[in-house]
């Protein structure tokens, strides 16, 4: 009997993007399981920001591919990552401590 696995829910491969002569990201790669959290951790100026506006659809990418399960995509506006269900929330944002955390990610949505 053979166990067959799912391709990853999200995927980065070598996902490189400048701004200018400053590399921001330099061939980042991972993948996000059914069921798995991640953070991003790293100093300031580490490119955490740069990551999650490409998953946004906020920058693109200068290289690498992106891959929803099977089917590469891309993420060229917001409206693209929200088709996919990829939600962005700015530490900015004033939250409403009387909603749930649902939402607060709906009223991100407007």
Do not use: C
Not at 49 to 69: F, M, R
Not at 87 to 92: D, G, N, S, T, V
């Amino acid at each position: 009997m053979s166990v067959v696995h799912a391709a990853p829910l999200l995927r980065l491969e070598g996902i490189t993007r400048r701004f200018g002569n400053v590399t921001a990201l330099d061939n980042v790669s991972f993948a996000v399981e059914a069921g798995e959290i991640h953070t991003l951790l790293g100093e300031n100026g580490a490119g955490k920001s740069t990551l999650i506006k490409i998953l946004g659809g906020i920058y693109q990418p200068d290289a690498g591919e992106i891959w929803s399960g099977e089917k590469r995509v891309e993420l060229r506006q917001v409206s693209d990552a929200d088709q996919l269900k990829i939600r962005l929330i700015h530490q900015e944002l004033s939250l409403a401590p009387n909603l749930t955390v649902a939402e607060n990610i709906f009223l991100g949505r407007a």
